[in-house]
């Protein structure tokens, strides 16, 4: 049951940041409805989404995961590690300057190296849909854009080092809350495991 409603809310947060990358689809909603209605629905269906993932996934992992195979600890070590510059990277599309300027897409980036964190550290089927189906997300959306021809948003003016070291420092305040608070208190699983 939770696995579904997991399933459920992926499809629809993957399915409406899946329009974004169909231009003219998007255009054609946006034409119909009208730009302010279509970023609601846009906004409503992504919020829909993340909290059904959320609770089918609790719902999942309360009634006994599924083990597919079993990292050994050190992995988790190792996710512990690439979730810092992860949430700089996402930082960095809010704050562009050299960071923005190397990867291009940031954001991306970030919720790429996020999704391969987690798969690294995670074995369960729940987790690897979850995190798989983010990842494949990121990469198609990655792809899309290079072959998109209409400008999209309008882009937002690069900086230089300074938004780095605002990207870095506030980065890393997000992930230091993301790991000793949201993560034990929200997710119910601490991220930085405890070894006697």
């Known amino acids: 049951m939770g696995l579904a409603i997991m399933l459920v809310g992926l499809a629809l947060f993957v399915g409406a940041h899946g329009v974004t990358t169909q231009r003219k ?12 209605p279509y970023k ?5 269906a992504s919020l829909a989404g993340i909290l059904l993932i959320g609770y089918g ?26 979730n810092w510059p992860a949430i700089i990277m996402v930082v960095a599309a809010y704050s ?14 970030g919720v790429k190296l996020w ?17 798989g189906g983010i990842l494949a997300w990121a990469v198609f959306d990655r792809i899309s ?18 938004n780095d070291v605002i990207a ?9 809350a993301l790991v000793f608070v949201f993560h034990p208190l929200v997710i119910g699983v601490p991220a930085i495991l405890r070894v006697s």
Do not use: C, Q
Request: net charge positive; no cysteine; glycine share 10%.
């Open 115 to 131: 999704a391969v964190a987690h798969l690294l550290s995670n074995g369960d089927l729940g987790s690897i849909i979850l995190f």
């Open 96 to 109: 562009p300057g050299e960071i923005k300027r190397k990867l291009k897409h940031p954001m991306l980036a």
């Open 40 to 44: 609601g629905l846009y906004a409503l």
């Open 168 to 176: 870095v420092v506030a980065g890393t305040i997000v992930y230091l």
């Open 57 to 82: 996934f609790g719902i999942y992992r309360a009634s006994g995961m599924i083990p597919v195979w079993s990292p050994p600890l050190w992995m988790s070590h190792v996710a512990l590690l690439l």
């Open 25 to 36: 689809l998007r255009s054609d909603l946006i034409s119909r409805l009208g730009e302010t």
């Open 145 to 162: 854009l290079k072959s998109r021809t209409d400008p999209g948003a309008p882009p937002i003016p690069v900086g230089g080092w300074r």
